[in-house]
């Protein structure tokens, strides 16, 4: 592996655009580890995504034991267990378009097997950008006393997006999940977060022990505009 950070350090020769229309998310993994130096990869290249004034407001916590994971399993479960009466989108929803669930269930079931949880939070050390923008409560927890855009997650998802980038390249599967925040301080404490900071969303590597085709996707005809909303896209030179 490279070492010079200014190079890619990586000997993955997957390019971006293979990554990119084939990754997949994946909530059944293998239970056997990642390599250590495949997850000094992946997480080196979540730090190289931009963020809100170069603030890099990021904090990984890079989860593998048993232990943990098992306790934070025993979380899940117990959200999951009334989740669904809570669900605004209708059933046919949720499921993908091989009728395969996407609500998360598959993944709590075996998270304790998931070989590597990043949880990804917001470090407001770093991340605050204007006076007023939060303020702290009693209990050490802050609270966003003025909303401005590109905050909090907004600055932390281009670094998720990479990392899932660089696992696909080196082989390694990942689902993103913003669910713990259903059990947000339980897991905060277990892994030890400081009450000051942001856990906004964890990602989880492994080796895919799912059967997954091409990602279905809306045609870009349907979601794209040119020159203003509502004129069909076309690209011509
Ligand atoms: C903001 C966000 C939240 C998500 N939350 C969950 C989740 O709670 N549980 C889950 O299993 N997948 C979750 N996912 C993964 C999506 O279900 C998945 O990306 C989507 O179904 C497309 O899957 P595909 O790339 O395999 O086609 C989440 C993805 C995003 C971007």
Same mark, same amino acid.
């Given at each position: ?44 290249? #979540? ?6 004034? /170069? *603030? ?25 267990? =009334? ?13 993908? %378009?091989? %009728?395969?669930?996407? =609500? &998360? ?26 006076? #007023? ?6 209990? #050490?927890?802050?609270?966003? *006393?003025?909303?401005?855009? #590109?905050?909090? %997650? ?7 997006? /990479? ?7 080196? &082989?390694?599967?990942?689902?993103? =999940? ?34 997954? %085709? ?16 509502? /004129?069909?896209?076309?690209?011509? /030179?």
């Amino acid at each position: 592996m490279k070492t010079d950070l200014f190079a890619a350090p990586s000997d993955a020769s997957m390019t971006v655009f293979e990554a990119i229309y084939s990754l997949r998310a994946t909530r059944i993994y293998e239970d056997r580890p990642i390599p250590a130096d495949v997850i000094h990869q992946i997480v080196q290249a #979540g730090t190289m995504a931009c963020s809100s004034g /170069n *603030t890099q407001p990021w904090e990984f916590v890079v989860v593998t034991e048993r232990d943990l994971k098992e306790r934070i399993k025993a979380h899940m479960v117990d959200a999951f267990s =009334t989740i669904d009466a809570e669900r605004a989108q209708k059933p046919e929803q949720l499921v993908d %378009g091989v %009728g395969r669930p996407i =609500t &998360g269930h598959a993944a709590v079931e075996h998270l304790d097997t998931v070989p590597m949880m990043v949880v990804v939070c917001w470090n407001p050390e770093r991340g605050v950008r204007m006076k #007023g923008e939060y303020e702290t409560n009693l209990d #050490g927890t802050l609270r966003e *006393t003025r909303v401005i855009p #590109g905050g909090r %997650g907004v600055s932390l998802f281009q670094a998720c997006q /990479n990392m899932m980038l660089a696992g696909r390249a080196l &082989g390694v599967s990942s689902l993103f =999940t913003t669910f713990f925040f259903l059990r947000n301080d339980e897991i905060k404490a277990i892994l030890g977060i400081p009450p000051h900071i942001f856990m906004e969303c964890a990602v989880f590597f492994g080796y895919g022990e799912e059967k997954l %085709g091409k990602p279905r996707r809306k045609p870009l005809a349907e979601v794209a505009h040119i020159n203003g909303w509502g /004129n069909p896209y076309q690209i011509t /030179n």
